[in-house]
């Protein structure tokens, strides 16, 4: 999303110059980390592109022909806030929406420098995210948007990648269940040493052994309405917001977050939320 948000520093008077776009991806981490050739790069991504989604598009063409593939993707869980942006540029794409249980997340993101490092915040957070792309997937339509449960693809991985291949009309091949030479993953150096690379199923987060019962209270209170709409049942029985907290709330997805911690400090006072008319 960098290069779009810039995309006006590419642009001439007959199109998109592909060697000034060329020049900036050889010195962005994420594209060095797709290992293509420089001399390559260089030769091939000149003359002028007649919009910058085409400029793209030849961008990762050449990414798969480096590595002798036909097709391509792009796993960027940002992109989820820009779906029906991508859409509209990309027409041929499709989007492919893997939800995990948003308890489990919660304990990532409190980990991430960007994300609230309250849980109040991390359920917002995350809860804002999965409903607008959902709501994104929707205006789509099954035939350019899917969603996948993590758990349900940690469990039966052929079937659920066999749905995928037919999604994308991809032929299914068993070497798809392979998971060992993670070398071929574009990752930069900082990604290799989160651990992202670890099999699925083995992060090691847990919020059934790793959240206390009033944390518990604070995410389902704030993300339970979302947990519900993609499967996931409360541990915890409702509970209504009070007229102070709910507006409190609602100022959060307005604003983005800044006002996070008045909520965290309503929970940590050690009483539930009053009931009351959200």
């Not at 006002?259 to 050690?270: E, K, N």
């Given at each position: 999303m960098s290069f779009w948000r810039r995309r006006e520093r590419y642009e001439r008077e007959h199109g998109v110059d592909m060697?000034?776009?060329?020049?900036?991806?050889?010195?962005?981490?994420?594209?060095?980390?797709?290992?293509?050739?420089?001399?390559?790069?260089?030769?091939?991504?000149?003359?002028?592109?007649?919009?910058?989604?085409?400029?793209?598009?030849?961008v990762y063409a050449l990414y798969a022909e480096s590595h002798s593939k036909r097709r391509y993707g792009d796993k960027t869980p940002p992109f989820l806030m820009h779906i029906r942006m991508l859409a509209e540029q990309f027409p041929e794409s499709r989007f492919i929406h893997l939800v995990r249980d948003g308890r489990d997340v919660m304990l990532s993101l409190r980990d991430q420098p960007f994300a609230p490092s309250s849980f109040s915040?991390?359920?917002?957070?995350?809860?804002?995210?999965?409903?607008?792309?959902?709501?994104?997937?929707?205006?789509?339509?099954?035939?350019?948007?899917?969603?996948?449960?993590?758990?349900?693809?940690?469990?039966?991985?052929?079937?659920?990648?066999?749905?995928?291949c037919e999604f994308v009309e991809l032929g299914y091949r068993p070497e798809m269940l392979a998971y060992g030479d993670t070398s071929g993953i574009p990752l930069t150096s900082k990604m290799r040493a989160s651990g992202v690379v670890r099999p699925p199923g083995s992060s090691g987060r847990?919020?059934?052994?790793?959240?206390?019962?009033?944390?518990?209270?604070?995410?389902?209170?704030?993300?339970?309405?979302?947990?519900?709409?993609?499967?996931?049942?409360?541990?915890?029985?409702?509970?209504?917001?009070?007229?102070?907290?709910?507006?409190?709330?609602?100022?959060?997805?307005?604003?983005?977050?800044?006002?996070?911690?008045?909520?965290?400090?309503?929970?940590?006072?050690?009483?539930?939320?009053?009931?009351?008319?959200?």
């Open positions: 060697a000034a776009l060329a020049a900036d991806l050889l010195r962005h981490e994420r594209f060095l980390a797709w290992n293509v050739d420089e001399e390559l790069v260089a030769e091939r991504l000149t003359g002028t592109a007649p919009d910058f989604a085409e400029a793209i598009r030849r915040g991390v359920a917002e957070y995350w809860a804002g995210r999965v409903r607008r792309a959902r709501q994104a997937g929707e205006r789509l339509g099954p035939g350019r948007y899917r969603e996948l449960r993590y758990e349900d693809l940690v469990a039966d991985p052929e079937r659920e990648l066999r749905r995928l847990n919020w059934r052994t790793q959240m206390s019962k009033r944390q518990l209270r604070v995410v389902e209170t704030v993300a339970g309405d979302q947990l519900e709409a993609f499967g996931y049942r409360r541990s915890t029985s409702p509970t209504p917001f009070s007229k102070a907290t709910a507006g409190t709330v609602k100022a959060w997805r307005r604003t983005g977050g800044r006002v996070t911690g008045a909520i965290s400090g309503r929970f940590r006072r050690g009483s539930p939320p009053r009931t009351g008319t959200v």
